[in-house]
């Protein structure tokens, strides 16, 4: 086992909490994920990149740095990768996903605050992070409320760049996306000291777009009845794509891909096929936050879909051709983030259709909608999406919880019910 503590030292980690932090992980990945019956064996790499969370990959980020390059922090999937790795810079996704770092947020920040932004802003303020302290800037966007005002707090600790997301789909919001976009480039440059050329941008959207085609295979390979793969392994290789190196991560992912199409074709699934199907809709779910997934599979149900931004919002939106010029490509580029139906715009009907076709195409016996405690889009949005299913004959339940393990009893209770109600 390599020993990572003067990386971690000069990250300016707090070594004991980092310490507690770590200890507390191989435990419960054990019991949630290794503890799965017929896993594809190509989750083994996964399974060593999760082994390896503030090893091997933040080695990998400060040697970057040391050669020269920049590391840079994001909390939204507005944010595009694409313009940062034609910087020359690496994106890592700092959204996160425990309790573990929430009290040191609350000593800051609101209590009634979303989980996943206390967790992420507890992150940097205790200094537990070794992917927020490597990064040399983060970039945040004007999303919800209580994130663009968490970041003008975050500010103080760390370097920060908002950028602006619009709140309507129209032309106008299009044309001031693009002139973020365009002010990005600028700050990238700035930054990092390479010019981002319609060259390097095509270069980037290369990979970035067939790491998006991998997570689609795998997306795809859902529909199939017996389902090849847990909703556990499906998640977590998305959250895994957050920060692991692309061309690798693509490659990997493939390999589960063709695998998993092995599987389909001779019939072998995780869960018998009459197991019930569940889409799961609505806030992120990031790293480490496996909670929902882990009780509806031990309940007997099989995740085959995730609509949100650790599942297909992330991937689904594809880039539209340009004509390489890069006036064009940014262009493309901002068309393809407006497509990301996330509950911050109004209206936001698109999500609605989203959640029908994926009901639809992935023969789903239920949807769950997921939503983080004090997140008001996403709590608004299930009103119009409860008719919009009920409509369609498709039964729904409603989860609002946290990241504590307090309510996974009451949680599961209501799954158990849901389900019963699903198989009757
Ligand atoms: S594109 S979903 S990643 S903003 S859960 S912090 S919305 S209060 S994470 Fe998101 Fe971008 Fe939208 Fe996706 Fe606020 Fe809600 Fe918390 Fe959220």
Not at 403 to 419: H, P, S, T, W
Request: aromatic letters at 8%; one cysteine or more.
């Amino acid at each position: 086992m390599t020993d990572y503590r003067s990386m971690w030292t000069e990250l300016d980690l707090d070594l004991e909490k980092h310490d507690a932090l770590l200890q507390a992980l191989p435990g419960m990945y054990e019991n949630i994920f290794l503890s799965q019956d017929n896993r594809p064996q190509a989750m083994a790499y996964f399974d060593f990149v999760i082994g390896e969370i503030h090893g091997l990959r933040v080695r990998e980020l400060m040697d970057h740095k040391a050669s020269g390059g920049k590391v840079i922090g994001l909390f939204c999937v507005f944010v595009p990768e694409d313009l940062i790795l034609a910087a020359g810079a690496i994106p890592v996704g700092l959204c996160a996903g425990t309790q573990f770092s929430v009290p040191d947020a609350e000593e800051v920040l609101p209590r009634n605050t979303c989980a996943l932004i206390k967790s992420s802003f507890g992150f940097k303020f205790g200094r537990t992070c070794p992917y927020v302290q490597a990064s040399d800037f983060v970039i945040g966007e004007t999303t919800c409320d209580g994130k663009k005002k968490m970041y003008e707090i975050l500010a103080e600790y760390h370097p920060t760049y908002v950028m602006e997301v619009p709140q309507k789909k129209t032309r106008l919001g299009r044309e001031l996306f693009l002139d973020e976009l365009r002010g990005l480039r600028a700050k990238l440059q700035e930054e990092s000291g390479v010019t981002i050329t319609a060259e390097s941008l095509t270069e980037a959207t290369t990979l970035v777009e067939a790491k998006r085609r991998a997570l689609r295979r795998l997306h795809n390979a859902r529909k199939a009845r017996p389902a090849p793969i847990s909703g556990l392994d499906a998640l977590l290789v998305t959250q895994i794509a957050f920060y692991d190196d692309v061309v690798r991560f693509t490659e990997m992912m493939n390999a589960l891909c063709d695998e998993l199409e092995g599987r389909i074709a001779s019939g072998e699934g995780v869960a018998s096929a009459d197991a019930p199907r569940i889409l799961v809709s609505g806030s992120p779910m990031a790293i480490p936050n496996w909670k929902l997934h882990r009780i509806l599979e031990d309940s007997g149900a099989v995740v085959v879909g995730e609509e949100s931004c650790t599942g297909t919002r992330y991937f689904s939106p594809t880039l539209a051709e340009s004509d390489g010029s890069l006036d064009a490509q940014l262009a493309a580029i901002a068309d393809r983030q407006l497509e990301t139906h996330c509950a911050c715009f109004t209206p936001n009907d698109e999500r609605i259709d989203d959640i029908l076709t994926l009901a639809r195409g992935w023969a789903v016996d239920g949807v769950v909608h997921y939503n983080l405690q004090f997140c008001h889009t996403f709590a608004n949005e299930a009103v119009k999406m409860e008719k919009a299913l009920a409509r369609d004959d498709v039964p729904l339940l409603r989860i609002e919880t946290d990241y504590c393990d307090e309510d996974m009893g009451q949680i599961k209770n209501r799954v158990d019910a849901f389900l019963e109600m699903i198989r009757r």
